[in-house]
């Protein structure tokens, strides 16, 4: 069964430094995999969806997806402290087109 | 749009008691979730529903939990006799269809939280 985990547990970047977040997973053969942030108290927004090894940009939001090495990562350009959240990591395992399986999540501070 | 709207954000319940949870998907979504969220085991899934269909519950705890789509525009989770440990945050998602391709994202409501005191 597909695993997921997610390093590190907590990060504190700077404002305007790059932060870079990782997630691996035990399954190569999956190929949808999302990121998701959740600010405090509130729901889940997606972030970047990733289906193809390489990399995908979404404005400050960038994934890249090596499935070789059973890891994606999602880093943020100039984080300001508004991105201050829990970073989550899910993937589609590869039997199914709607479960997924979640990471833990990394929670991302940004100092200002 | 308005998203995913789930009611109430809160509640508190005694122990015994029943809560409903209530869930608006997005207008034109097929697919409708429901997840639970605990500090301790993260996202768990519950269960999925399709052109209100039920699909999927096997994450839901069969003595005391039921879930049902009456309609296209609401879902509602039900649990009987709340215990302590029900205590967690709900989240309804849907999705345009599945999960099955770049279109179908899941999108989240803010969330219940229900304390079981």
């Known amino acids: 069964q597909q695993k997921v985990q997610q390093s590190p547990e907590s990060l504190t970047v700077s404002e305007g430094a790059m932060a870079s977040l990782n997630c691996t997973f035990s399954d190569g053969t999956s190929n949808n995999f999302r990121w998701y942030r959740q600010h405090s108290a509130k729901g889940l927004e997606v972030l970047v969806s990733?289906?193809s090894d390489g990399e995908k940009e979404e404005g400050r939001f960038t994934a890249h997806l090596n499935r070789a090495n059973l890891h994606v990562s999602l880093h943020i350009r100039e984080p300001q402290p508004s991105d201050s959240a829990v970073y989550l990591c899910?993937?589609?395992?590869?039997?199914?087109?709607?479960?997924?399986?979640w990471g833990s999540g990394t929670k991302l501070i940004i100092k200002p | 749009n308005a998203g995913v709207i789930q009611t109430p954000r809160h509640k508190v319940t005694g122990k015994g008691q029943e809560a409903t949870l209530w869930c608006e998907p997005i207008s034109g979504h097929s697919a409708v979730f429901w997840y639970r969220q605990t500090i301790v085991q993260g996202l768990e899934f519950l269960t999925y529903?399709?052109?209100?269909?039920?699909?999927?519950d096997s994450g839901m705890p069969k003595e005391r939990f039921s879930a049902q789509m009456p309609n296209q525009s609401h879902s509602t989770l039900k649990i009987q006799s709340t215990q302590p440990q029900d205590s967690a945050v709900y989240l309804c998602a849907s999705s345009l269809e599945g999960m099955g391709g770049s279109q179908n994202t899941l999108y989240f409501g803010a969330g219940t939280r229900l304390s079981v005191l």
């Open positions: 899910a993937v589609s395992p590869p039997d199914s087109n709607y479960q997924l399986i």
């Open positions: 990733i289906f």
């Open positions: 529903f399709r052109n209100q269909a039920p699909i999927d």
